[in-house]
């Protein structure tokens, strides 16, 4: 599989496992120090090619794509769960993560809208049990599993779904197979 995006990554050993996975160019932030100079750099990069923001799911790499996403609100976004990119020692990042689940990650990536709809509205999110429920929170982790995104809390989950354009009729089918009602 071959990416045109650039795929923004945090170090070398993410790209080396990324490029076992798929064929691409890579650009490395090398730890959480995103300089002036470096977001000027992928400002171009994302004019010219596009980039695709694949970082750790810790705070490190969170922080690394929200200062990105900031700067450059087109930036695609791939995530890769805690659960996924794990080794056997414990270690969380890209680099632990498999082929399959980078290779899922970048096919599932999103971009996040300017012109969002919002027809997901909070009164929705606790009717189908999202927020201010005993079990809630796994099921927003399972529901952000699912739908390959950034796990969140329930104050932002809100802002995350209509931020990716994820339809109301979406959120509910994904809600339904994840309780086996589908």
Known sequence: MKIKEIIVVEGRDDTNRVKEAVECDTFETNGSAITKRKIERLKLLSKD????????????????????????????????????????????????????????????????LENVKYDITNDLLINLGLVAGKTSKVLREKLCEELNIEYTNAKQLLNKLNMYNISKQKLIDTINKIEGND
């Open 49 to 112: 090619r596009g980039i695709i923001i694949l970082t750790d799911p810790d705070y490190a790499g969170k922080r690394i794509r929200n200062i990105i996403t900031q700067n450059i609100p087109t930036a695609k976004q791939a995530y890769i769960s805690n659960k996924k990119a794990v080794d056997k020692k414990g270690k969380i990042g890209v680099e632990a993560a498999s082929k399959e689940d980078i290779i899922f990650a970048l096919r599932k990536c999103y971009t996040p």
